[in-house]
């Protein structure tokens, strides 16, 4: 196994105590999502360049204040005020923005949106009325790690 991959698996080794964290206490530690951060800047700047891993940075932050002005705005149509705070938590958004250096915008929303995807057949299928919130947070962690398995997977191949 060449050195590449352990440098890919290093973003989801520090994304899994996120998703534990997430799931168990819906909170998420600044200190693991510094070190997700950390490990995806380095990944990224290891397997690209630096400067595409701070473009990707960008593009990601940019991402990131879109959705939550689209989720704004479906919260001031839906219920007429907006509180992001009851629908998307600081530690969701973080956990987007530390994510960001490993994928191009449009990969970075397509993680997105499998997580969205997981996390609604999690809320309706294995949750069914225990609780009210999502682990969106631990979702995304899932999602990346399944992906870095998946692409760990096509370099053995």
Known sequence: MSISAFIWFAPAAASLPIVVSDF???????TWLAALFVASVFASAYSESLRAAMTHLLYGCTLAALLMLCLAGYLK???RRVRLGTAFGAGDLCHII????????TDLLKLLVAAAA????W?????RGRRSTIPFAGMIGITLICVTVIRFCMLCL
């Open 77 to 79: 149509l839906r219920y």
């Open 98 to 105: 530390a994510l960001s250096p490993l994928f191009p915008p």
């Open 24 to 30: 168990r206490r819906r909170r998420v530690s600044v």
């Open 118 to 121: 997981i996390s609604l057949a």
């Open 123 to 127: 809320y309706r299928i294995l949750n």
